[in-house]
């Protein structure tokens, strides 16, 4: 349980070679590393919590709206999703390369490696920003404020040639809500849609957010690789760096089907 | 090791942490974690007196009955500026970020915290966090109480609510980083011997809120996330006008919110442990069920919170399930009580200045603990809830229990922390005037709540006004024995008595090391041979 610890005065150490990286605090490369790691761990269980307190309202309002939501999710681009999904695996198998050419010490390649998963997360935020203008000229943007209202109800021009299926969607009383009364079910329809948009601009926004933050680590890192600060004896940063992105990955392996796959058979089908 | 003997004149050691270096710079940019929780706690010195004037200008307004000092505007931004500088500006951190920060790693026998820049950033993002606050201040005030609730907050008030929003979420991060320095440290930068076993209680009960912390605090601030985003945009997540649920809000921001509380209380147990058993002079009774209480404290913390919403609307059986979570928390609050008073059973009981605020804390924490089990009846809470009644019992947690622990935590380890005692009399004076004007002024808020007056008015009807005066009466006590601190302390900065390593006796690697330690804590990394609190068999000798 004790990390083990010379007797030595605080100015001395006993490994053979003091390490530039080590930190005066620590008594070894091991305990920095072993350190760092378990706060990076420490670190991601915050960032599931954040999200997860985001997915748990998501979840309350799949159940109460589910036939918004279905109707939401149909009207944003699954092959979009997909590519961008794909984009984010690859990034993340260029991302362990990084880890791997570090810790050989090789730095070309470390450098390759985590420019070419820059470039591939910088493609998923532009296909990300390609969607979000889709949305906005599909007037899908919630709020009365930037979107100029929702649909129907807010001023938005339903006449809009690029306007999605949603207001299709609600103009068939077959499907949704009491047909004696269709306006007041569309309306309902509506404003719960609105709620589905809401969350997926909160989530994929969060996700985009850490995206940009991981751009801004790899910058660092790649900058770092360079001067050739990384190799077997010291590459914690590369692994942490990582696992950072391995997380913001995941996070949109489970972001993709909650918000672009709800049901999409029986509208396909 | 230097031992200092109490027949010689102890004197300042030569090189320490506060004179290693010298200048703003090595201030501002300091790794040092004895140097950041200097500046945590002047700046929560600030913060602290800040939210004082708040609850004195409240405390003003009240001594009539008609609401003649403030408009009603007014006096609901008084409350939430109140609210929001204690909890989030200066209890939250209090403990954790001033004595933990300076403490813990000594404790431990490290030579800083695991993340030395973490921890310096952590100070800065509070300031930030703090600047953010202060804006929504001066920039009107906010005035939906420290609560926040939707739709109020994000649809009808008018003033500064995203500011401050923004500022709680980046404060949260200050937290959640010293959160992580803390369990990390504790995991990892353990000196040989000590054991998890032989952690001090003080340690255990930061560890614990350390958990909170970090699994709580995210949650509200994603919860402020979206607050803001439906304030500025109007998305419509927990507005019912757009379709959202405001019963929702009320979850996630209680999720957070009610473990806080015991974020903030819990390191006041952690000192009380402390003080109690060093001024006993008695091994701590039942060590483990102490230091595996804070941890069932911090799990039962997370499963109760939708106390706070009874009446809210939420289902019957629910609000059953949640009571009886509540009243579950009793059981390992109790179980600290108890084992505090048995450590003091039969012990050479001393009454320096941090053991009167010890015995303050276990009276007025168990007073204000047993009216949280009324509070946690689901039939009456219908009668009490929204209640000065609530007011007061928050209140004996949160001043008596935690800033009462918090500042007699000072007084201890003050020699500790500056190499010079602070002047017994006038602190136990002030120790003594702080427990009647604390009573004085929150008594009365048990009966005024329960006879059914409202929090969050500024007049009331007349027959209320007696036990009012006397609660407005209390709160100029109270501010006296919160002054006389501040005067004495920065007194004894220059002419305090030389403290010497180890001025109470007390065991724990913090005393082995000089007053104030040197910038890397030992002189000779410490190993650890003895239980924790090893006192009555050798004097004050639990380390070699």
Redesign the interface.
């Known amino acids: 349980?004790?990390?083990?610890?010379?007797?030595?005065?605080?100015n001395q150490t006993t490994t053979t070679e003091h390490h530039p990286a080590l930190?005066?605090?620590f008594d070894n490369m091991e305990?920095q590393q072993?350190?760092?790691t378990?706060?990076m761990w420490?670190?991601m269980?915050?960032?599931i919590?954040?999200?997860?307190?985001?997915f748990?309202?998501y979840l309350?309002?799949r159940l109460?709206?589910y036939d918004a939501f279905k109707a939401g999710s149909t009207s944003i681009s699954v092959s979009w999703g997909f590519a961008n999904t794909l984009v984010l695996i690859a990034s993340s198998l260029t991302m362990a390369l990084a880890v791997w050419a570090a810790q050989r010490g090789d730095r070309k390649k470390q450098v390759t490696f985590l420019i070419l998963t820059m470039i591939l997360g910088a493609v998923f935020l532009g296909v990300k920003a390609k969607e979000y203008k889709d949305k906005w000229e599909e007037c899908h943007i919630?709020?009365?404020?930037?979107g100029k209202g929702f649909n129907t109800w807010g001023g938005c021009d339903v006449n809009n040639p690029k306007l999605g299926n949603i207001a299709d969607e609600m103009r068939d009383p077959k499907e949704h809500g009491d047909p004696s009364i269709p306006e007041v079910s569309a309306i309902?329809t509506a404003?719960?849609t609105?709620?589905f948009f809401?969350?997926y601009?909160?989530m994929t926004g969060?996700h985009a957010f850490h995206m940009v933050i991981g751009l801004g680590l790899l910058t660092w890192l790649t900058l770092r690789a360079r001067s050739g600060e990384f190799g077997p004896a010291y590459y914690t940063p590369v692994e942490l760096g990582g696992l950072y992105w391995h997380f913001v990955d995941i996070v949109w392996i489970y972001l993709f089907p909650l918000l672009y796959l709800i049901s999409r058979h029986q509208h396909h089908g | 090791m230097s031992t200092a003997v109490t027949t010689v004149k102890p004197v300042m050691p030569a090189k320490h942490y506060l004179n290693d270096n010298y200048g703003i710079r090595s201030w501002l940019l300091t790794k040092d974690h004895k140097r950041i929780a200097v500046l945590y706690l002047v700046s929560i010195t600030f913060f602290f007196f800040l939210g004082g004037i708040f609850a004195a200008l409240i405390r003003l307004e009240l001594l009539t009955p008609q609401g003649d000092l403030f408009q009603s505007d007014t006096y609901n931004k008084l409350f939430t500026m109140h609210g929001v500088n204690m909890i989030f500006f200066f209890l939250i951190p209090s403990v954790p970020a001033v004595l933990g920060n300076f403490i813990l790693p000594i404790m431990l026998g490290?030579?800083?915290?695991?993340?030395?820049k973490i921890n310096l950033m952590s100070w800065y993002i509070f300031i930030i966090a703090a600047l953010f606050s202060l804006a929504a201040l001066v920039s009107g005030g906010v005035d939906t109480g420290w609560t926040f609730y939707t739709p109020l907050s994000t649809g009808y008030v008018r003033t500064n609510v995203i500011v401050m929003a923004v500022g709680i979420l980046i404060a949260g991060f200050s937290s959640?980083f010293t959160g992580?320095?803390f369990?990390?440290?504790v995991?990892?930068?353990?000196?040989?011997?000590?054991?998890?076993g032989r952690l001090p209680l003080f340690v255990w009960a930061n560890y614990a809120a350390s958990l909170i912390m970090?699994?709580?605090?995210?949650?509200i601030?994603?919860?402020l996330?979206?607050v803001a985003?439906e304030r500025?945009?109007?998305?419509?997540?927990f507005d019912p006008k757009?379709?959202?649920?405001p019963v929702?809000f009320q979850h996630?921001f209680w999720?957070y919110s009610h473990p806080a509380v015991y974020i903030m209380i819990l390191p006041g147990m952690g000192v009380i442990s402390e003080v109690v058993t060093c001024f006993s002079r008695k091994r701590v009774f039942g060590y483990s069920f102490i230091a595996f209480s804070s941890v069932a404290i911090a799990v039962f913390g997370f499963v109760v919170w939708a106390h706070h919403m009874f009446v809210a609307g939420i289902s019957q059986y629910s609000a059953m399930v949640f009571s009886l979570l509540s009243f579950a928390v009793a059981i390992p609050s109790a179980v600290k009580v108890f084992n505090w008073t048995a450590t003091m059973y039969k012990g050479s009981v001393t009454l320096e200045t941090p053991m009167l605020y010890a015995l303050a804390f276990i009276g007025l924490f168990t007073i204000g603990g047993l009216t949280g089990l009324f509070l946690a009846a689901l039939g009456m809470d219908v009668h009490i809830h929204d209640t000065y009644f609530v007011v007061a019992h928050f209140h004996y947690v949160m001043v008596g229990g935690m800033v009462t622990a918090y500042i007699g935590g000072l007084h201890f380890w003050w020699p500790k922390m500056t190499g010079r005692m602070y002047p017994e009399a006038p602190a136990k004076l002030a120790a003594l005037i702080t427990f009647i004007g604390f009573n004085l002024t929150f008594f009365p808020q048990f009966i005024l709540g329960y006879l059914g007056m409202p929090r969050r008015y500024h007049s009331y009807p007349e027959e209320f006004q007696v036990l009012n005066v006397l609660s407005s009466a209390g709160a100029s006590v109270l501010a006296v024995g919160f002054l006389l601190p501040l005067i004495y302390f920065l007194w004894s900065l220059k002419y305090g008595e030389v403290a010497g390593d180890n001025p109470w006796n007390a065991t724990g690697l913090e005393w082995t090391t000089t007053s104030p330690p040197p910038t890397?804590n030992?002189?000779?990394?410490p190993?650890v041979t003895e239980e924790p609190y090893a006192y009555g068999e050798e004097e004050g000798s639990g380390v070699h």
Not at chain 1, 49 to 54: E, I, P, Q, S, V
Request: proline letters at 4%; aromatic letters at 12%.
């Open positions: 349980m004790v990390k083990r610890r010379d007797l030595v005065s605080t930190a005066h605090h305990q072993g350190a760092s378990f706060g420490v670190f269980l915050t960032e919590m954040m999200f997860g307190g985001l748990a309202a309350i309002y109460k709206y919630p709020g009365h404020v930037i309902q404003k719960q609105e709620i809401s969350f601009f909160a969060l | 490290a030579k800083d915290l695991a993340f030395p959640i992580l320095n369990i990390v440290t995991h990892r930068m353990r000196a040989p011997g000590m054991t998890w970090i699994l709580g605090t995210p949650v601030a994603i919860t996330i979206l985003l500025g945009f109007h998305i419509g997540i757009l379709g959202g649920d929702l996630m999720f890397h030992f002189h000779e990394v190993v």
